[in-house]
């Protein structure tokens, strides 16, 4: 079965204070599908005073948002969620088409698991409570959540709807209200979204600012009149976002990335069973979204003992990969989201071999006949080598791993802790000790433990070292848009005699 | 000798984006998304600190990156060019349509013994 390209209008707005508004400045710019190189739609090239319009709407409604009840605003994000769900096909084929990804995952997992979130949050922001602690007979310390006020979200093009679906849910249930700037070269679900559910909240919870990094992610960024910043993607960017937060004294969360390791045991190969499978398909894992994923597993280690055998099962799987019509369900690995990542992976194949790196298999563009001949395709490939190669050290963000092989426990961890990053990491074994002991010691945030790229709203997600700070996916995002207020309340009739 | 070395196309991008901003600084980003490619700021718009390398000078513009990244990149020579994309962070080019991206190569064995003595 294959779909195929949605129908889009010629331009899209941005959506402020409820209503869909033209970009201030008249400009917009071009959105094209990686899938083939065709025009999607117009989308408004957004400046300083189409932010600033988002801010100011978005502070006009916070205090009647913020003091809406918990059960209203839980309401309201269960509706979005049953709105994406019945439109669940609709979406993916949209994310499909502008992000380049294959529609099965669209379909079963990016749309389905964005759904999810929004129930999770409507779900936790009832479930919470605050807190209260008598300090001694007469003295009572109550500690009320409150929002912070107006957030500013900057999230990335890998999964679209699914990153929006994180960022939203967590703020808009704590009482806050935002402006959120889709990535500029995947601007279309979003919009959908806008269109799908422009009544649910009341106008100005909710801005979504189209544009592009300097000329309107930096002016929401920077601006002094948002309480807090959120963002999804590197670190040059973070650091920049960082400062300017720092410059209104406000809080940032960041999440900023990773080079993976994915660590594999020699007791996966006890058995030939499904356990062994299940972890050579861990392995392959890094060609998910085409390697477009800040988690992707793009470091095997694999112990050597077991190298040669597992990297033959590895190899031949990945050798079975079917790159074709991202439309088309049978496919697994679509384009890469644009040309410049499409460039840049092929610039590493060039230093990496440059490096004495050992391509196993791949290692090229994948050229595709007729429509798809502009679309911007790579072959997943595997790269042999040393982890002070700087294809084993940089992001790059493509259907590309880099493997090589370690003697013991302790030259496993040395090399999965050999990186600037620490948001994700895999560990496969049979062995009940190295199961628990292993994921204790890697300095990532994230560690699956006899799986990989698992998800799911309820486990918090978040990075240590330059992958960033804040957890994800998890209630206690919610602090991170919050404030707490105490009040110390004396019940004491009698004064203290100080005066 | 030079560590970082520019293509001629790229370079006319410079100098366009030097008469829009005025002076400017490169800083070679790691991560993901758009990371793992050079990015071009204001001077002064990025806080450098000692943390921060420069590695040379291309078309008039300081080419820095941070330590911890320099240190799995001493080892080669790299040259900034510039192709058509769409970045989402806040490089100055990519309202142009363009990206800057980065070509590397091993530094030559007199190259290396000149940046990195032993």
Not at chain 1, 241 to 254: D, F, G, R
Not at chain 1, 340 to 355: A, H
Request: aromatic share 10%; glycine share 8%; charged share 25%.
């Amino acid at each position: 079965m294959s779909y195929s390209k949605p129908e889009f209008k010629d331009k899209y707005f941005n959506f402020i204070n409820g209503k869909f508004v033209p970009p201030v400045g008249g400009d917009y710019f071009e959105n094209t599908s990686p899938i083939d190189g065709s025009v999607i739609a117009k989308y408004p090239r957004s400046q300083k005073e189409d932010v600033e319009n988002a801010v100011d709407a978005a502070n006009a409604a916070k205090e009647a948002w913020g003091n809406t009840p918990a059960a209203e605003r839980a309401k309201l994000l269960n509706e979005v969620a049953d709105i994406i769900e019945a439109n669940l096909e609709e979406f993916a084929v949209v994310e499909t088409c502008d992000n380049g990804k294959p529609i099965r995952e669209t379909l079963n997992a990016d749309i389905p698991l964005a759904v999810d979130h929004w129930r999770y949050f409507a779900a936790c922001i009832r479930a919470e409570e605050g807190s209260a602690t008598e300090l001694d007979q007469n003295t009572l310390s109550m500690n009320i959540k409150e929002p912070l006020g107006v957030i500013g979200q900057i999230i990335p093009w890998n999964f679209p709807l699914l990153m929006l679906s994180w960022k939203l849910p967590p703020a808009l249930a704590t009482g806050n209200c935002v402006v959120l700037k889709p990535a500029e070269q995947t601007p279309s679900s979003a919009t959908l979204l806008m269109e799908k559910i422009a009544d649910v909240f009341p106008p100005g919870v909710l801005n979504i600012i189209h544009g592009f990094g300097p000329e309107a992610g930096k002016p929401l960024a920077s601006s002094s009149k948002i309480d807090k910043v959120a963002f999804t993607g590197e670190t040059t960017t973070g650091q920049l976002i960082m400062q300017y937060a720092s410059k209104n004294l406000n809080p940032v969360t960041m999440e900023l990335g990773g080079k993976s390791p994915n660590i594999f045991f020699n007791s996966v190969m006890d058995e030939d069973d499904a356990f062994l499978d299940k972890a050579i398909e861990g392995a392959v894992l890094f060609a998910f979204n085409k390697g477009e994923v800040c988690t992707c597993p793009s470091r095997i280690l694999v112990q050597e003992d077991i190298y040669d055998a597992f990297m033959e099962r590895v190899v031949a799987r990945t050798n079975a990969i079917v790159q074709d019509n991202p439309y088309d369900v049978n496919t697994q690995v679509g384009a890469q989201a644009s040309n410049d990542q499409y460039e840049k992976i092929q610039s590493y194949f060039k230093i990496g071999k440059e490096e004495g790196a050992k391509v196993l298999t791949g290692g090229e563009a994948n050229k595709l006949e007729g429509d798809l001949a502009n679309g911007f395709y790579i072959k997943p490939t595997i790269l042999e080598g040393h982890n002070k190669m700087r294809v084993f050290q940089e992001e790059i963000f493509g259907p590309v791993v880099c493997v090589t092989k370690f003697k013991d426990e302790a030259e496993a961890l040395e090399i999965a802790n050999d990186t600037m990053y620490g948001l994700g990491a895999g560990v496969w074994t049979r062995d009940a000790h190295q199961l628990y002991q292993i994921p204790r010691a890697i300095k990532a945030g994230r560690v699956w433990v006899n799986c990989y790229h698992a998800y799911p709203a309820h486990a918090p997600f978040g990075g240590y070292k330059k992958s960033g700070f804040g957890r994800e996916n998890h209630l206690m995002m919610m602090s991170h848009y919050r404030q707490t207020k105490n009040m110390l309340i004396s019940y004491d009739k009698n004064k203290l005699g100080f005066f | 000798m030079k560590r970082v070395e520019i293509t001629d196309k790229a370079a006319e991008i410079v100098k366009q984006l030097k008469t829009k901003h005025g002076d400017l600084i490169f800083h070679q980003s790691g991560g993901c998304c758009d990371g793992s490619a050079p990015m071009i700021f204001e001077k002064g718009d990025m806080y450098l600190d000692e943390s921060d390398i420069l590695l040379g000078e291309v078309e008039g513009v300081n080419f820095y990156m941070n330590q911890d990244q320099f240190e799995y990149w001493k080892h080669t020579h790299l040259t900034v060019d510039v192709t058509e994309g769409r970045g989402a962070s806040f490089s100055l080019e990519i309202p142009l349509g363009l990206r800057f991206l980065i070509h590397s190569r091993l530094l030559t064995e007199e190259e290396a013994s000149f940046f990195n003595p032993k």
